[in-house]
């Protein structure tokens, strides 16, 4: 039903001429269909966002919407989170740091290490490896952690098996080699870490690329909706300069 729910509301709004262009369309790639959304970093704002005023998680896009201000072009999750909703590492909102970043091995995808954070800083953006990022000393406006990396200094993943069995609805996010462009990606149908990274790799062409999270995978542009029937943790925000 969500196939045909997002066919029908792509025919209604080309049609009637009502959902403005947006930087979002579908790829193949093997064998499976993603929603890849890309924008200029220059043309765009981000932040993340996880509670509301009151310290209480939003857990759905449709919470978070009202408290915005304006129009957002695209909605994700943004990272892995407890049953209470709270990130399971880094987490910065507002250059607040609300959650400490994690670097030891463990039981789950967050763990599969190498793992990386996706972070903001002015107008830089940039998806590093934990390890790197520490170095780098760097200190974000918005950042969260998650895991695995899908593609680190271009290569992909040392962990991923190419005929695993572990098939998922996964979303992840990638910057271009001139750190010029974003890439958000998230699969339609089930897809192995394998073929997700290698959308990043070499369709993408992004060198790192990180791993948001899996089943609860969601997304909402003018164009696109997918998941969101589950509560969310962390959520990232694209607008339009």
Same mark, same amino acid.
Request: proline letters at 4%; one cysteine or more.
């Given at each position: 039903?969500?196939? #045909?729910?997002?066919?029908? *509301?792509?025919? *209604?709004?080309g049609? #009637?001429? #009502?959902?403005?262009? =947006?930087?979002?369309?579908?790829?193949?790639?093997?064998?499976?269909?993603?929603? !890849?959304?890309?924008?200029?970093?220059?043309?765009i704002?981000?932040?993340?966002?996880?509670?509301?005023a009151?310290?209480v998680p939003? /857990?759905?896009? @449709?919470?978070?919407?009202p408290?915005l201000?304006?129009?957002?072009?695209?909605l994700m999750? /943004?990272?892995?989170?407890?049953?209470?909703? @709270?990130?399971v $590492?880094?987490?910065?909102?507002?250059?607040?740091?609300?959650?400490?970043?994690?670097?030891?091995? $463990?039981?789950g995808?967050?763990?599969?290490? %190498?793992?990386?954070?996706?972070w903001?800083? /002015?107008?830089? !953006? $940039?998806v590093?490896e934990?390890?790197?990022?520490?170095? &780098?000393?760097?200190?974000? =406006?918005y950042?969260?952690?998650s895991? %695995?990396m899908?593609?680190?200094?271009g290569k992909?993943?040392?962990?991923?098996?190419?005929?695993?069995?572990?098939?998922?609805?996964?979303?992840?996010?990638?910057?271009?080699?001139?750190?010029k462009?974003?890439?958000?990606?998230?699969?339609?149908?089930?897809?192995?870490?394998?073929?997700?990274g290698?959308?990043?790799?070499?369709?993408?062409?992004?060198?790192?690329?990180?791993?948001?999270? /899996?089943?609860v995978?969601?997304i &909402?542009?003018?164009? *696109? &909706? &997918?998941g $969101?029937?589950?509560?969310?943790g962390p959520?990232?925000?694209?607008?339009?300069?």
């Amino acid at each position: 039903m969500s196939a #045909l729910w997002d066919l029908l *509301f792509s025919l *209604f709004c080309g049609i #009637l001429g #009502l959902c403005p262009p =947006d930087s979002c369309r579908e790829m193949s790639h093997a064998g499976s269909q993603h929603i !890849v959304c890309s924008y200029t970093i220059s043309d765009i704002s981000m932040k993340l966002y996880l509670n509301d005023a009151e310290g209480v998680p939003y /857990g759905r896009f @449709s919470k978070l919407e009202p408290d915005l201000g304006q129009s957002p072009t695209m909605l994700m999750n /943004g990272g892995m989170y407890h049953d209470d909703l @709270s990130a399971v $590492g880094l987490y910065v909102e507002g250059r607040q740091q609300q959650k400490g970043i994690s670097t030891k091995g $463990g039981w789950g995808n967050f763990h599969l290490l %190498p793992n990386g954070v996706f972070w903001i800083k /002015g107008d830089q !953006v $940039g998806v590093t490896e934990t390890k790197q990022y520490l170095a &780098r000393k760097i200190r974000p =406006d918005y950042a969260t952690q998650s895991g %695995p990396m899908l593609v680190i200094d271009g290569k992909l993943h040392h962990r991923f098996l190419k005929d695993s069995d572990s098939r998922k609805i996964r979303n992840g996010v990638g910057i271009s080699a001139d750190g010029k462009t974003i890439h958000f990606a998230i699969s339609k149908g089930s897809v192995t870490f394998w073929d997700f990274g290698k959308l990043f790799q070499e369709r993408l062409k992004t060198p790192n690329a990180l791993f948001l999270d /899996g089943t609860v995978s969601a997304i &909402r542009t003018d164009k *696109f &909706r &997918r998941g $969101g029937w589950r509560q969310l943790g962390p959520m990232i925000a694209v607008f339009k300069k």
